[in-house]
């Protein structure tokens, strides 16, 4: 497959309600029908794939597109039910800035046979790779997309809780200002006379907003008495403090899903990441396959832990004994920290340094 074959089925005029009963003269053989949606800020390229054809379509990015993607998946899948019943659709899509969110919700309102996944968009780039594809255009993409969820039959993807949401929100926000801060700050040791009064007022402002952000985290916490609750644990784990804590909470929804604490480091990208070839060894580093949030704020909580508390300098001089590189000490704090974090969350209960003796 190359992306530059078409393969084009007749499809009837589209009902008005989601997955109609099969209509008559439709094909007869039952499947799941794979749908790949490649996102951009304006459109949709949704390309179906059964067997080896596919279906392209382009929509707007717009409730109203949205409503007309699930109309139109709905009559493909009428139209390739083997029986009674429409077949079943997985919808897969990459995790594009937050132009996936509207379409991926709007996508897992509807129930069954429709289920949707939003994916890593650096797994599907392997996987089209893989496949040897010689142009790059949206519709390839959408049609890659469709043959990676075929091929790996991701998870489906399950929305966040409006307080989750928001809290995301508003943790990002607070991140994008203190980076406008720190601009402002190094700018104004630059900056000459006719404008260091603009930069003055803006690390002003900047400064307002941050505390009203930050009483916005925590009022929406407050709000919330599953977050409450959870915040409340984390606060008894030593070096951990409030921003550290409203970044956990805001991924909280993916700890509940996780079986282990190995898979929470992993997801931070804070998993150790071997480099071994024939007779190279190369030394190893963390992963930093992940998100990248979380590794930012287990950062200042590790050097805090390791410099600061009994069980961390425990924890420090025990790796130094093992002639661990300093830096390599920190990420393995950061590791530990993620995984007594994630103990805590799961176990629902406090801190307890006799467990985490080093």
């Known amino acids: 497959m190359d992306g530059s074959e078409l393969f084009v089925w007749r499809v009837p005029v589209v009902t008005d309600s989601p997955f109609p009963a099969k209509p008559e003269g439709a094909g007869v053989t039952p499947t799941v029908l794979y749908i790949g949606v490649d996102i951009s800020k304006a459109k949709l390229d949704v390309a179906a794939m059964l067997g080896h054809k596919y279906r392209d379509k382009t929509f707007a990015n717009t409730p109203a597109g949205h409503k007309a993607l699930i109309a139109w998946i709905a009559t493909l899948s009428a139209l390739n039910s083997g029986g009674d019943s429409p077949a079943r659709v997985h919808v897969c899509m990459e995790a594009t800035n937050v132009y996936w969110e509207a379409c991926a919700q709007a996508l897992a309102e509807v129930t069954e046979p429709l289920t949707v996944s939003v994916v890593n968009p650096a797994l599907v780039k392997a996987h089209a790779q893989s496949l040897g594809l010689r142009v790059k255009t949206d519709r390839?993409?959408?049609?890659?997309?469709?043959?990676?969820?075929?091929?790996?039959?991701?998870?489906?993807?399950?929305?966040?809780?409006?307080?989750?949401?928001?809290?995301?929100?508003?943790?990002?926000?607070?991140?994008?200002?203190?980076?406008?801060k720190t601009q402002e700050s190094n700018r104004l040791e630059t900056v000459r006379d006719a404008?260091?009064?603009?930069?003055?007022?803006?690390?002003?402002?900047?400064?307002?907003?941050l505390d009203r952000i930050e009483q916005e985290i925590k009022?929406?916490?407050?709000?919330?008495?599953?977050?409450?609750?959870?915040?409340?644990?984390?606060?008894?784990?030593?070096?951990?403090?409030?921003?550290?804590?409203?970044?956990?909470?805001?991924?909280?929804s993916f700890i509940e899903r996780m079986d282990n604490a190995k898979q929470f480091a992993a997801f931070g990208g804070l998993n150790p990441a071997l480099r071994e070839s024939g007779t190279m060894r190369a030394k190893a580093a963390l992963s930093k396959t992940g998100h990248v949030a979380l590794r930012r704020?287990?950062?200042?909580?590790?050097?805090?832990?390791?410099?600061?508390?009994?069980?961390?300098?425990?924890?420090?001089?025990?790796?130094?004994?093992?002639?661990?590189?300093?830096?390599?000490i920190i990420g393995a704090m950061m590791r530990k920290l993620a995984h007594v974090i994630f103990g805590v969350l799961k176990s629902s209960k406090p801190f307890d340094p006799a467990l985490h003796d080093c």
Request: proline share 7%; net charge positive; glycine share 4%.
């Open 140 to 180: 390839v993409d959408a049609r890659a997309i469709a043959s990676f969820c075929r091929e790996k039959r991701p998870e489906p993807w399950q929305p966040l809780s409006p307080s989750e949401q928001a809290l995301r929100s508003l943790v990002l926000r607070h991140h994008a200002l203190m980076q406008m």
């Open 195 to 209: 404008a260091a009064e603009s930069v003055r007022l803006h690390l002003q402002w900047l400064e307002a907003e």
């Open 219 to 252: 009022q929406s916490i407050d709000d919330d008495p599953t977050m409450k609750g959870k915040k409340a644990l984390l606060d008894t784990i030593p070096g951990v403090g409030e921003r550290t804590i409203s970044v956990v909470l805001s991924y909280a």
């Open 297 to 328: 704020a287990l950062f200042m909580p590790a050097m805090v832990t390791l410099n600061r508390t009994d069980w961390g300098r425990r924890f420090k001089t025990r790796l130094q004994a093992n002639h661990k590189a300093p830096k390599l």
